[in-house]
């Protein structure tokens, strides 16, 4: 079924198609991929869209989905979209780079044919850490990828014999001790490697350069935005040989690859750019460009974003500083948030038990809703364990308490940047899926005792199109 909305603005009319939900299907045994795609897009298509105008292309690679969205010059979104992973399972576990590359193209193929020959470059986001180590010469994964929260504990204490105190790279969950970890297990061939991170990869398929990241997804494995380099003590280590070439996010790397343009419709000047990660995009997005706006994601986790005029990070609180531009985003990701209230209700129960709380009173309950063990921001302790009981009879109480502790969570974290020095914060816009909740933004306002408000885009994929559109202009 397909509905057309016409809704006229200004002297012309944009004709937004909803496609509807495409059926569901399940996996009809293990062999076969469990399928659950849900596919919405809509589709502005303004008339006035004159031969020549360049849109621009941005992907959101997170933790439950995947959405794109298509911008022209003016920032106006001319079609978006989202498509829920598809697991693929191979001996027991998800296989995460085929349902990413299946969304990669599944993305693509749900962008208006009449859009694709005006796109004149694209960039991707992805989750911060989640790395994939692939053979040089065909860019096939040699390992399963490491996802963003998984942590590799045995390789910290290598990792902080080599790097400065309290570094970025001293977290079990960091780029760097996954790297480790891969290169001292015995079974790893020590073959011609690249090490990647989710971003590069997709971005990989589309260009074809293999080996190129961009300087906020290598921080993390330990390369030094402010000096623009890896440090002296990571190159000096056997395995830096498999580092990638990095460049600042929305850094034109080449052309798209010739058999995807013309599968496609893209045209034969669409460029690729380097990307970020999630939650640099969502602040991207957010346009918060002065010191002391700060973005939180509220996604599947519980990630914050400061402008900051001054660089912080001590790996002891999960505290670190990406680079933008000239000024700093001083933050961390938390492994609260989303995902966890996921596991207790679905997103219209979310909508229908939000409405009926009451935001101004202050939940009594006291919990650290985590999914599993294990916390990196604002307390770096991967054998944290979650606080969800006692549970109240009524679920509305239950949600709050929820999203209340959430929320003290969040303002324990500003309240730790202002510690260690950053720019106080002096505003939050809010991105991510319960951007939408606006009992939660109020009992935020409350909690963190700031003005807190939705970003004008909530979307990460927007902050990509910006980067697609940066790096057009290069
Ligand atoms: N009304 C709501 N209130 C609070 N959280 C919500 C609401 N609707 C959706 N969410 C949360 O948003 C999250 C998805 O947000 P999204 O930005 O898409 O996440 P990600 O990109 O990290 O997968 C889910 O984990 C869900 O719990
Ligand atoms: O938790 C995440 C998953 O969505 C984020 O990707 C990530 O941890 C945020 O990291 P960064 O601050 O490097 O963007």
Redesign the pocket.
Known sequence: MIIILLHVTGDHYNATKLISRSSIFKARNKSEPRITSLRTSKVSMDVDLEVGKQLYLGMDF??SGARYALIDKEGCIRAEGKKEYPLYMSEETVDWVRSWRTTLFALLEDIPISLRPYIGSVSID?????TIIVDSKTGEPLCRPFL??QSCPEALPIVKAIAPPNHTVCSG?STLCKLVSWWSSLNTTKIAAVLLHQADWLLWLLHGKLGVSDY??A??VGYDPEVESYPPWLLSQPYSRVLPLVQAPGTTIGSMKESIRTKFGFPKDCVVCTG?????AAFLAARANQPGKAVT?L?????I?LLSTRRVEDARFGV?S?RLDDKW?V?????T?GAVLRNFFTDDQLEKLSEQINSAEASPLDYYPLQDIGE?FPVADPKMEPRLLPRPESDVEYLHGILESIARIEAKGYNLLKELGATPVEEVFTAGGGSKNKKWISIRERVLGLPVRRALQTEAAYGAALLAMKGAAQ
Do not use: F, V
């Open positions: 997170g933790t992805g989750t911060s850490a989640t963003y929260n969950s906020n997804n921080l993390k970020t990660t999630d939650s640099i994601s996604g599947s986790t519980l990630a974003k670190y990406h985003l933050g961390g990701a938390s492994n948030g990196r």
